[in-house]
C-alpha cells in the first residue's frame, strides 16, 4: 500500500508563496507519475500539475503556468509545488497523487490516480 502526506499548506497574502511536499511511502517511488490537484469548495476536483516518472516531464494548467513549478526528489521519496505569485482563486484543499504507468493523454484526470494523499488547505488572502 502506498501513503501519501502533504505538508506545507496555511495561509498567505495575494502575491506570496508557498511550497507543498508530498511524502510518499513507498520503494519505487520514482516508477509513479506524481500529480497535484486541487479542490475549493463547491467545485470539482481540478487538475494543477504533474511529473511524470520516466522522462520527468511535468505539465500545468493553464492557469497556474509560470507561477507554480512540480519537481521530485526521487531519493529522499518526495513531490513539490512551489506556488509563487498566489492568487485568492489558488484558495483550495492541495492533494497529491500517485499513478503507476499513466498515459499522457490521462495525466490530468483524476480518476485514473491510484493513491491519494488527504489534502492540505491553501488560503490566499486578498
Known amino acids: 500500500q502506498v501513503q501519501l502526506v502533504e505538508s506545507g499548506g496555511g495561509l498567505v497574502q495575494a502575491g506570496g508563496s508557498l511550497r507543498l511536499s508530498c511524502a510518499v511511502s513507498t520503494r519505487t517511488f520514482s516508477s509513479y507519475t506524481m500529480g497535484w490537484f486541487r479542490q475549493a469548495p463547491g467545485k470539482e476536483r481540478e487538475f494543477v500539475a504533474a511529473?511524470?516518472?520516466?522522462?520527468?516531464?511535468?505539465y500545468y494548467v493553464d492557469s497556474v503556468k509560470g507561477r507554480f513549478t512540480i519537481s521530485r526528489d526521487n531519493a529522499k521519496n518526495t513531490l513539490y509545488l512551489q506556488m509563487n505569485s498566489l492568487e485568492p482563486e489558488d484558495t483550495a484543499v492541495y492533494y497529491c497523487?500517485?499513478?503507476?504507468?499513466?498515459?499522457?493523454?490521462?495525466?490530468?484526470?483524476?480518476?485514473?490516480?491510484?493513491?491519494w494523499g488527504q489534502g492540505t488547505q491553501v488560503t490566499v488572502s486578498s
Open positions: 497523487a500517485a499513478a503507476a504507468y499513466l498515459l499522457i493523454a490521462r495525466i490530468s484526470t483524476h480518476s485514473y490516480y491510484d493513491y
Open positions: 511529473i511524470r516518472w520516466n522522462t520527468g516531464n511535468t
